[in-house]
């Protein structure tokens, strides 16, 4: 896999996701299935789009017990989709648990890559909720060597975090960046973002685009953007 534009699509439907998708009569964009739909039209939403031929992350964060991830996990490996992910949080147990799991019969599996810190936890409540007194960027790597050393394949991060992760994990360790605006387009919730063109520049693997494609007035245009600033 290369360098691409992975499209969130946050919708509640499945009617709303698939209306969405037919715009791109050209190609077939990389899709992130998030809890949203996936909780509301469960694994069929899955085989709907990997049968459109859409290459699928599966973004449902697992976080358990080691032998309850590695049965989801299982479970998951049979949709076909093509990145999971999980909590780095849930220890390296848990997450060599998880690649066993996914794991096939024939020595095959997805991708599979963690969440470090969430982007909504900032220093305050990871001090105050969580107890870690450590600087954010410090815990972010911490995990991301822990993600590297149960054998995951990348991390999901901020853009900004991007290079120092690959640093200190290699530049074959996939970073995954949500976080992505134009330059001219509107922020919204995210709270740091870069261009689509600063994230190839600090090297993400993926980026991670919803709103400013998904909610765009053109989201074949914006589409078509996002791909020229970031893979050229
Ligand atoms: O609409 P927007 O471009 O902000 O969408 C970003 C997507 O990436 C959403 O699906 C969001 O849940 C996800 N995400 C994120 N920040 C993280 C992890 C995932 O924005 N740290």
């Given at each position: 896999m290369g360098k691409d534009v992975i499209?969130?699509?946050?919708?509640?439907?499945k009617q709303a996701t698939l209306d969405f998708l037919d715009m791109f009569t050209y190609c077939k964009p990389f899709v992130k299935i998030g809890m949203e739909l996936y909780y509301a039209?469960?694994?069929?939403?899955v085989r709907e789009i990997k049968k459109r031929g859409h290459?699928?992350?599966?973004?449902?964060?697992?976080?358990?017990?080691?032998?309850?991830?590695?049965?989801?996990?299982?479970?998951?490996?049979?949709?076909?989709?093509?990145?999971?992910?999980?909590?780095a949080a849930g220890t390296v147990n848990m997450?060599?648990?998880a690649i066993e799991g996914l794991t096939r019969e024939d020595g095959t599996r997805p991708l599979l890559i963690a969440v470090t810190q969430l982007t909504s936890t900032d220093q305050k409540s990871m001090e105050e909720d969580l107890l870690i007194k450590e600087p954010i960027d410090k815990v972010v790597m911490h995990y991301a060597e822990k993600a590297k050393q149960a054998g995951l394949d990348g991390v999901v991060c901020s853009p900004l975090e991007a290079q120092k992760v690959h640093n200190i994990c290699g530049s074959e360790f996939l970073t995954v960046t949500p976080g992505?605006?134009?330059?001219?387009?509107?922020?919204?919730?995210q709270k740091r973002v870069m261009t689509p063109e600063q994230a190839r520049l600090i090297g993400s693997d993926y980026i991670v685009v919803g709103r400013p494609i998904?909610?765009?007035?053109?989201?074949?245009?914006?589409?078509?953007?996002?791909?020229?600033?970031?893979?050229?």
């Open positions: 499209v969130a699509c946050d919708f509640s439907s039209e469960g694994p069929e939403i290459k699928i992350f599966l973004d449902l964060k697992l976080h358990d017990i080691p032998n309850t991830v590695k049965k989801a996990m299982s479970v998951l490996s049979e949709l076909d989709v093509d990145i999971c992910n999980l909590h997450m060599k648990a992505v605006r134009f330059a001219d387009g509107d922020v919204g919730d998904t909610a765009s007035d053109d989201p074949v245009a914006a589409y078509k953007r996002c791909c020229k600033e970031f893979i050229g």
